[in-house]
């Protein structure tokens, strides 16, 4: 006896599987996302209609942060959130804090373009 919203052959398009897991808000999102290059299943870019399976690794870039999981399960219809946390292993790095992600240095807006200084400066603050 199948379980109800798993799909029959062990198997799920990308783009719903994304949206099912509750990763993006619609499956709009998830396929224009899958259509821009931003989601990559394997370290391949997928297309929406592409099969994901248990043990694939998706990496979705999404709102400047990647998520990596792992499928536990594939779903093809949306579940509720503590059954979404069942189906995939969050392997994603922590999101940077409020304190982190006010560093990134933001120029006044009509200020122009950075001097060499400036942007020396900047390259310092971003780490590189």
């Known amino acids: ?59 979705l870039f999404r709102a400047g942060r990647e998520r990596i999981v792992v499928v536990r399960r594939p779903v093809s219809k949306r579940v509720g959130a503590p059954a979404a946390a069942e189906c995939l292993i969050d392997n994603s790095p922590p999101p940077p804090t409020p304190v982190e992600a006010a560093v990134v240095g933001i120029r006044d807006r009509g200020a122009g373009r950075p001097t060499k200084r400036e942007r020396r400066e900047i390259e310092t603050l971003r780490g590189r």
Do not use: F, Y
């Open 1 to 59: 006896m199948a379980e109800e919203g798993t799909a029959g052959a062990g198997s799920a398009r990308v783009d719903v599987w994304i949206w099912s897991v509750r990763l993006t808000k619609t499956r709009a999102i998830a396929a224009t996302a899958c259509r821009a290059g931003h989601v990559r299943v394997n370290g391949e870019r997928a297309k929406p209609a592409q099969a994901v399976r248990a043990g694939d690794e998706v990496r």
